[in-house]
């Protein structure tokens, strides 16, 4: 079965203060892994996709890689604004386009 | 261009009423997905609609969940006999038309779903 782990549940960091979020997942063969921001009361906005081990993709303050394990969100200098849910999410291999989410992790990050 | 958009935002029922979500997926968009996130748990894959292909069911947690998908566009999630461990807020997505293997996975983007509270 196809499982996603985002660990901390939730962390709490300063403006300016850098950190990592991690996603470790199992699954049978990886076609897609995603990175989505829920904030309260609101769908998640999607922030990137990774296909292979090695990749890396880069938004603002935020940056996404990949290993065959694992994926990480780095936040570089976060603002209050960066504070949301931060939902990872698997899609495998063999027809089934349904995604595979983790609980999440609540960012806050305070002023 | 305009979103996914969901109606209601809101639902209060009763135990044992039916209820009906709406979806509106974004124009042009093939593929349509419902999920369920209820508190403290991961969003929960329900049901998936290709195209005129069969839909994939494999998530509806018991046969009193339906949903249909009308000329290939608007989507109706049904709940029949709602019960309180219904409560969740529902999630609908869409996503283009596949650009091949080649190219890869299809990013699915999402409404702001509806809260259903059953009392």
């Known amino acids: 079965e196809d499982q996603v782990t985002q660990s901390p549940e939730a962390l709490r960091l300063q403006e300016g203060e850098s950190s990592s979020l991690n996603c470790s997942y199992t699954v049978s063969g990886l076609r897609g892994l995603f990175w989505y921001r829920q904030d309260p009361g609101k769908g998640p906005e999607f922030l990137f996709t990774l296909y292979s081990a090695g990749e890396e993709k880069e938004k603002e303050r935020l940056k996404a890689t990949l290993t065959k394990k694992e994926s990480f969100l780095h936040i570089t200098a976060p603002k209050p604004e960066d504070s949301a849910t931060y939902l990872c999410a698997v899609q495998a291999e063999g027809g089934s386009e349904k995604l595979v989410f983790g609980k999440g992790m609540k960012l806050t990050v305070n002023p | 261009g305009a979103g996914v958009s969901q109606s209601p935002s809101n639902k209060v029922t009763e135990k044992g009423k039916d209820v009906e979500l709406r979806c509106d997926p974004i124009?042009?968009?093939?593929?349509l997905y419902w999920y369920r996130q209820s508190l403290g748990q991961g969003l929960e894959f329900l049901i998936y609609f290709q195209g005129n292909s069969a839909p994939d069911k494999s998530g509806l947690p018991s046969d009193r969940f339906s949903a249909e998908r009308t000329g290939g566009s608007v989507s109706t999630l049904t709940i029949q006999r709602t019960q309180q461990e219904d409560s969740a807020v529902y999630l609908c997505?869409?996503?283009?038309?596949?650009?091949?293997?080649?190219?890869?996975?299809?990013?699915?983007?999402f409404g702001p779903g509806t809260r259903l509270t059953v009392l």
């Open positions: 997505a869409s996503s283009p038309p596949s650009a091949g293997a080649l190219i890869g996975t299809d990013t699915q983007y």
């Open positions: 124009s042009g968009h093939t593929a």
